[in-house]
């Protein structure tokens, strides 16, 4: 089993869920976080004074899938959230030694 992580911009929420949900991936985690990498932030002016954002907002989304589906769900999130611009996110795969689903007790791949 692995987690998928996925940081995106946040009017691709929508795109990239849905194309998740066309692939049978309907489980997700999503979390409104703020950050920067390459980007480094930009500058925006207020009342006549520029200031610097340096923590833009993003998206994380988080997911377990068993191993075998990991290419799909990647490539699928690749597509639906890029725009070609810097700052359209990372995705980042680790393993999960168990998963068991509280309600039921059911442990491993029948807790996804």
């Known amino acids: 089993m ?4 996925a940081v995106i911009k946040p009017f691709k929420l929508e795109d990239v869920k ?5 692939i049978g991936i309907t489980g997700m985690t999503v979390i409104e976080v703020k950050g920067y990498g390459r980007q480094k932030g930009h500058s ?27 290419e799909q769900v990647t490539n699928t999130i690749v597509e639906a ?6 700052g359209d ?7 999960i030694e ?3 689903r509280i309600r039921t007790g059911e442990t491993g791949e029948e807790a996804i």
């Open 44 to 70: 925006e002016l207020y009342r006549g004074a520029e200031y610097v954002v340096d923590f833009l907002p993003k998206i994380k989304m988080e997911m377990v899938v068993e191993a075998k589906d990991v």
């Open 89 to 95: 996110g990372k995705i980042f795969v680790s393993d």
């Open 18 to 22: 849905d194309a998740l949900a066309e």
């Open 2 to 5: 692995k987690r998928i992580e």
């Open 98 to 100: 168990q998963i068991i």
């Open 81 to 86: 959230a890029r725009t070609g611009k810097i």
